[in-house]
């Protein structure tokens, strides 16, 4: 039997969930970097991974349609005094919460959890971005 994503025919839930599966490898490689203390491929992760949360909660809010506001949705915890290390593995909980809620058909959770994790990875992103700043003005 020819699979569906061999004819080219993949559905916009699939579609979602292979980003999703791309954004749980990048989670992989910061939290492979960070053990491994590489900065710059922690870094570099890092940002692949809020792409793909970009583009999944552009795809799920795409599927939710016109009815869907985001900010019905709108939970901003905040993650001050979370280790990083934590942090990451919070949101491969999310993106993996994610995943499931696609996989059930529930949107709306879907989308929940990806945007809490993209939250989570634009706090991550602010300190690796300020810790840069400190240590360019240390250099001066």
């Not at 969930?17 to 954004?23: G, I, P």
């Not at 960070?34 to 922690?42: C, H, P, S, T």
């Not at 940002?47 to 793909?52: I, K, N, S």
């Not at 795409?62 to 900010?71: F, Q, V």
């Amino acid at each position: 039997m020819v699979q569906k994503a061999e004819l080219g025919m993949m559905t916009s839930s699939d579609k979602i969930l292979e980003v999703l599966e791309f954004t749980i490898k990048y989670l992989d490689g910061c939290i492979s970097a960070l053990k491994g203390g590489y900065e710059n491929a922690f870094s570099d992760n890092v940002w692949h991974v809020a792409a793909q949360l970009e583009y999944a909660l552009f795809m799920l809010s795409l599927n939710l349609g016109n009815g869907h506001t985001a900010s019905s949705v709108k939970l901003n915890p905040e993650p001050k005094g979370l280790p990083i290390d934590q942090t990451m593995l919070k949101v491969k909980e999310l993106v993996n919460a994610a995943q499931s809620f696609l996989e059930a058909g529930d949107l709306v959770n879907a989308y929940r959890n990806a945007y809490l994790a993209r939250h989570y990875i634009f706090k991550v992103q602010e300190s690796l971005v300020k810790k840069k700043h400190k240590a360019v003005k240390r250099e001066k």
